[in-house]
């Protein structure tokens, strides 16, 4: 899972950048609402944490400005505003959550994690396939009740495809939210760590569509 980080103030820039990390995300920095503007509107991200009180462009102009070029992505707006109409304006201009200014990081990452999972059409927290079960609040992923440990990138192959099961993803898909954009992207370690998941987990689990991509095989009813 990839996300923008859009935040000037650069000790907490630096904390939720090391947060999300921890957390299984590739994450994308910007520190302005120009460059944010620019970002969000080349890169793919399953997610935005959107500052609104940015220099340059302020945060609600770059979301409305997103939002009319066709940007869909989730976007927690992040902002040391407490009226209520400018909560109110930032969820008309596109927002999908907010968060006032101090928070908690563990809330922001819960309603991050909720904000992806609705997009996906997911209503847990705990994703399941058939005896796989991945738990986005713990990053921790078991077989049949079994403990699995994997990589980073695992992690984030393993989490992408469990919030589309059945659905058909490309290898192309799959680099561009798995790294950040500053990462050497190379879509051929993606079979690497398809080849490295398989060994991992129950047969069959993951298929490969030749020439298009991979396909994570849910039983019907998780």
Known sequence: MRVLLVEDEPTLAAQLAQALGEAG???DRADNGRDAWFQGGVETYDAVVLDLGLPVLDGLSVLQRWRREGMNAPVLILTARDQWHD???GIDAGADDYLTKPFHT??????LRALIRRASGLASAVLRCG???LDTRSGHVSVDGQAVALTGHEYRLLAYLMHRPNALV???DLTEHLYAHDHDRDS???EVFVARLRKKLPPGLIDTVRGLGYRLNAPAGG
């Open 25 to 27: 995300y590739a994450v």
């Open 87 to 89: 909560k109110v304006a």
């Open 106 to 111: 563990e809330e922001l990452l819960a309603r």
């Open 131 to 133: 005896p796989l079960v």
């Open 170 to 172: 490309s290898r192309t």
């Open 188 to 190: 051929n370690t993606i």
